[in-house]
């Protein structure tokens, strides 16, 4: 897929140990059929690989459009990991579970992406 | 040039309209941008898509009420905020006033992980939240394109493009989107299918190392507007574009007239000179006096107390002054009265259209009645020969609906056709001067003559002028078999004259003379024939008198005899008597 995505999924392979908190911010924009997925798939995907160890929150930006802006916030839904460092945002419904854990680092990306 | 339909007023039927405040703008787009819908502006990188969307908005917000949101894509506010300190958009203060509102998008696809379906809802959010917080009726998206490297979706990018565009359409704010040109494409990622209602492509092109901005309208929905390519200036006072101005040829004109300087030459152009606000050519060879004829023409402005702006290509103020001197033109005292102005750079300093909009400025803050350019062919320097000729077009356009009478000088070369300058404006001039150098004899000698003078009886002929230390001043006319004579052969043509006149002067004189002399002689032959008459009747007289005498003693001689011979004397005497006197 990308060359950056590669060296960045290698280094979180080295320095996202188990014990890490992870913040995460779900952002959503009403309570579309997609956000309800999203979150679903978040849940599911946090409870398998993240267990105890995670924290949600969830902003509907139709309540709080003011936020948007703090997190660069173009597509919805998007899921920003706040913590650990660095930075990470994975659109989408999160229904590609192989791309969403790429996406937050908690697996290496695979030299070829099947998906891409 | 003149075929271009651009109006100056908003039509007032249909379509609404959003001035943009940039100048010159309104004027093409006959009022502005399409109220309520949004506008794709694009071009190459560089060639000032941001800074004409960033005018419209600054320019809404301040100029006509209508607060506006910048989207930016690819800076951020404060880049932003920098960018267009220098044109004096003081942003912060705008924002601050809530009356602008800056939003940096930041789509970084090595941060970003595409996991499945989504749509740019947040988008919408922020827009719809900036537009709300500060009741904007702009919005400026710079450049949405961005969107594309950032995001790999291509069909949820497309189909959500489209929803914005209609979303800012139901919004009812007045949008200018940006686009990047692409390869023979408008934009890069076919932006243009969005947004139909109007289209304005900017350009920056480089032609003989001089660069020109050029904006047009390449189409606006439900309206006429203006279709050539219009060059465009980034100054500090923000974008202008020059549109052709008085495309219906509609200025007013006047009958006044003003004196070119040399008394002469107004002689030649119907007694009185030019008309005032018409454009005057004066085209010659190198050295022919074209910049002596200008400077006598400034001074006759500054005289009337006229201002006068003098823009000079080639020669320095103080040359020029100088110069003039030399044939005893002396313009500085009106240059210290503030009457005379001078405005000397190489043409090539900067492009056409900067030249165009200094002349447009110095023309604005000084108001002159009367302007020189000398010479104009060195434009054609600054930018191609055809783009110099729509310079001119606009420039004299502009002119005359200032009611400046324009004097122009133009080099022609010694081989040129009469009657061809390089920029083919001759057709736009009222009056057009040649000034030619004669060689005739061995020598070279200036001469004029009026190729055209519209709307005047302006004289036909040739005429010498000589540079004396009085200035210009035109010479009395000699026709010899080759045409009009000039220098020497007009001296030796004078002597000649001369030399005619004195001849016949001493001819007259003679005849005079022997007449007198005739005369003379009649009168003494007078004298002598009366003399010899009396001479004559002196003769007859003394005849008379001695034939008289001797019949007495003839008579006296008879009586004696008959009286001796004792005989009737007294009747012979009495018939002898008789007969003597009838023979008398």
Redesign the interface.
Known sequence: M?K??IS?GAKAHVTAPATEMFELRL?I?GQTP?SVT?FA?LKEICEEHLSGRYKIEVID??LH??L??GD???????LVRKLPEP???????????E??L??LQLRPVTQKDPTS | MAKATAKRTPPNHGLAKAPTGVQGLDEITGGGLPRGRPTLVCGSAGCGKTLLAMEFLVRGATQFGEPGVFMAFEETSKELTENVRSLGFDLDELVKQKKLAIDFVRVERNEIEETGEYDLEGLFVRLNYSIDSIGAKRVVLDTIETLFGGLSNMSILRGELRRLFRWLKDKGVTAVITGETGDGTLTRHGLEEYVSDCVIQLDHRVENQVSTRRLRIVKYRGTTHGTNEYPFLIDEDGISVLPVTSLGLLHEVSNERVSSGVPRLDMMLSGEGYFRGSTVLITGTAGSGKTSLAAHFAVAACQRGERCLYFSFEESPGQLLRNMRSIGIDLEPWVKKGLLQFHSSRAAIHGLEMHLATIHKLVRDFQPRVMIMDPIDTLVGAGTRRDATVMLTRLIDFLKIQEITAHLTNLTGAGEAVGETDMDISSLVDTWLLLRDLELGGERNRVINVLKSRGMAHSNQLREFLLTDRGVELQDVYLGAEGVLTGSARQAQEAREKAVTMLRQQEVEGKQRERERRREALEARIVALQKEFEAEEEEAKRLSAEVHASQEVLGKDREEMGRSRKSDANETTARSRKTPGNRK
């Open positions: 990308r950056s995505g960045d952002y924009a997609r999203a798939n930006l139709l459009p003011q948007a802006a660069q916030i173009v597509a919805i839904p998007t930075l990470r945002r994975i659109v989408g419904d999160l229904s590609n579970t791309r969403a790429v996406g």
